[in-house]
C-alpha cells in the first residue's frame, strides 16, 4: 500500500512537471529560433501538410511569429493537392488574411483545393512554370457525394468567409467562384480558358498570369522558377531568408501523440503488473512515465489533454485505490475506471476542432466525428495492454529475474527461498483474506496473493483450492468437487 502510494504521489509530481514544461501556444519566439525580425520567411504546404491537423497548429504559431517580430516577407511555398476545409478556413480567415505584413504565394508545383483557397489569401499569387490552381470544391472527407442542400449551404458559407479577404488582396472573386462552384447549366469562361457545364476552373501558370483587359492579370502576379526569383520580382534580393521549421518540441509532441495507443497499453499493463508483482516499483514507474509522456505528448500537440483531464485522470486513479484497499464494493472502482479511460479518450481529441465545433454551435452533433480517432486509439491501447498482459503472465513467471524476485518477497515472508521458488501449489488450500469478486486477496502459507475466483463470489475466511498459479491464482471454494 505504501509503495503504491509513493508511485501514486511520483506521478502527480512528474505529471503537472510534464504540463507545466509545456511550450506555451501562444508564445512567439521561443529559445533556440532564429528570428524573423527584417527576414523572408519561407512556410513549405506540402503535399500531406493540409491533411494532418498538427500542421495548422504550426502554420498558425508561424504566423503569429512572422506578425509579432516584423518579418519583412511571409512566402507560401505550395504544393499540395488540398486538405481539411475548415481547418483552411480558418487559417485564411482568422490570420493569414488579417497579417499587416506582406504576403506571398508561390506555386511550386500545384496548389488544388485548399491550397488554392490558401493562394487567394496572400498579397500576391507567383507561380513556377508547369504548375496549376484551382479546384476548390468542397468533398466530403469520406469521399462520398455531399448532400446538395448542404453543398450549397456550405459553399455559400465558406464564399462569404473569404469574399472580404479576396477583395482586400485585390484578387478576382469570380476566379474563386469558378474553382469553388459547379454550374451545371453554362459554360464559363475567364481569360482564355472557358470552363465545361459540371466543371470546375484549373489554371496554368500561364492562363492565371494572363493580362486582362483591366490590364491586371487574371489571378497570378507572374511567372518565376525560384524563390530568389519571386525575391528579385518584388524588388527584396538582397532580403535574408529563413525557413519556419517545427520546434523539436513540437516534432517530439506530434510522434507522442501519434504512438498515443502505444503509451496507452504501456501505461496500463506496468499499472496492472505493478499491482500482481512482489515488492518492488519496476512496472509501476514505467506506467508513471508512460502516461506522463502520454498527457504531455499530446498536450504540446495541441490536442485536450491539460491540467483539467490530468485532474480527472489522477480522481480516478484514487477511486482505484480505494476500491482496491479501502473500500471494496466495486462503485468506486467502476467509476474511477469510467473516469481513467474517460480522460484519455478526450485527452487525444484535437483542441482546435472542439473549439471550432463549440464556436459555431455544433458541437453535440459533432462529437461522433470528434472523437472517433480518439475511440480508435484508445481501443487499440486497451487491445495493447491486454496483449501485453497474456503474454506476461503466460512468460513472465519462467524468467530467472522474475522468479529470483519472488523468491526474495517469500524469504522476508519467512518461507524457504528454495521452496518458494520451486514448489507447486495446484491442489493445496488457502483462505481468503478479502472477499473474492472475483478477484482479491488470500493467505497461502502466511503470505499474503493476489487470487480470482472460478466460480463467482467467495465470502472473505474461507478456504478455497488452488487450481492454477502464476502472478495471480486461480481458485475455487474448498468445498466444490474439482472437474
Known amino acids: 500500500m505504501l509503495r503504491l502510494l509513493t508511485l501514486f504521489l511520483a506521478f502527480v509530481l512528474t505529471a503537472f512537471a510534464a504540463d507545466d514544461a509545456e511550450p506555451d501556444r501562444k508564445l512567439i519566439g521561443r529559445s533556440g529560433e532564429e528570428s524573423y525580425a527584417g527576414k523572408a520567411v519561407v512556410l513549405k504546404v506540402g503535399q500531406k501538410d493540409l491533411v494532418n491537423s498538427q500542421a495548422f497548429k504550426f502554420y498558425q504559431r508561424t504566423l503569429e511569429r512572422a506578425e509579432a517580430e516584423e518579418a519583412r516577407v511571409l512566402i507560401l511555398e505550395i504544393d499540395t493537392p488540398g486538405g481539411l476545409a475548415f481547418n483552411t478556413r480558418d487559417l485564411v480567415f482568422d490570420q493569414l488574411g488579417e497579417l499587416e505584413i506582406p504576403t506571398i504565394a508561390w506555386i511550386e508545383r500545384e496548389a488544388l483545393s485548399a491550397g488554392a483557397i490558401i493562394s487567394f489569401a496572400t498579397d500576391d499569387i507567383y507561380m ?114 529563413v525557413r519556419a521549421e517545427p520546434t523539436g518540441f513540437e516534432a517530439i509532441a506530434w510522434w507522442i501523440a501519434a504512438f498515443s495507443p502505444l503509451l496507452i497499453a504501456i501505461g496500463i499493463g506496468a499499472a496492472w503488473l505493478e499491482l500482481k508483482a512482489p515488492g518492488f516499483g519496476v512496472f509501476g514507474f514505467i506506467s508513471l512515465g508512460a502516461f506522463a509522456i502520454f498527457f504531455f505528448g499530446n498536450s504540446v500537440a495541441g490536442n485536450l489533454a491539460g491540467y483539467e483531464l490530468m485532474a480527472v485522470f489522477l480522481l480516478g486513479i484514487i477511486l482505484i485505490i480505494l476500491e482496491l484497499f479501502v473500500l471494496p464494493g466495486g462503485i468506486a472502482g467502476i467509476l474511477g475506471a469510467f473516469l481513467v479511460l474517460g480522460s484519455l479518450w478526450f485527452a487525444m481529441a484535437d483542441e482546435i476542432e472542439f473549439e471550432q465545433a463549440r464556436e459555431s454551435g455544433e458541437l453535440i452533433g459533432s462529437l461522433g466525428s470528434l472523437l472517433l480517432r480518439p475511440a480508435l486509439y484508445l481501443a487499440l491501447g486497451l487491445f495493447g495492454a491486454t496483449l501485453v498482459l497474456y503474454l506476461v503472465g503466460r512468460y513472465l513467471p519462467s524468467i530467472p529475474l522474475f522468479r529470483a524476485l519472488i523468491a526474495k518477497e517469500a524469504l522476508a515472508g519467512g518461507a524457504p527461498a528454495e521452496e518458494a521458488q520451486t514448489r507447486s501449489r495446484v491442489g493445496a488450500t488457502a483462505e481468503t483474506l478479502t472477499d473474492l469478486r472475483p478477484s482479491g486477496t488470500i493467505l497461502i502459507d502466511g503470505i499474503k496473493h493476489d487470487a480470482i475466483s472460478r466460480h463467482g463470489l467467495i465470502p472473505r475466511g474461507e478456504t478455497v483450492r488452488i487450481l492454477e498459479e502464476g502472478m495471480t491464482y486461480v481458485v475455487e471454494p474448498a468445498s466444490r468437487r474439482s472437474s
Open 128 to 241: 513556377a512554370p508547369g504548375t496549376i490552381i484551382g479546384s476548390a470544391g468542397i468533398v466530403s472527407g469520406t469521399g462520398q457525394e455531399i448532400d446538395p442542400v448542404m453543398r450549397a449551404k456550405l459553399e455559400s458559407v465558406f464564399e462569404a468567409s473569404l469574399r472580404g479577404i479576396i477583395k482586400k488582396k485585390g484578387h478576382r472573386i469570380d476566379v474563386l467562384r469558378g474553382m469553388m462552384f459547379v454550374d451545371e447549366e453554362n459554360e464559363r469562361t475567364f481569360g482564355s480558358v472557358t470552363v465545361t457545364k459540371g466543371g470546375l476552373l484549373n489554371l496554368t501558370a500561364e492562363e492565371a498570369a494572363e493580362t486582362m483587359e483591366d490590364g491586371k492579370p487574371l489571378l497570378a502576379t507572374g511567372i518565376a522558377e525560384s524563390l530568389q526569383e519571386v525575391l528579385s520580382a518584388e524588388g527584396m534580393e538582397g532580403v535574408e531568408v
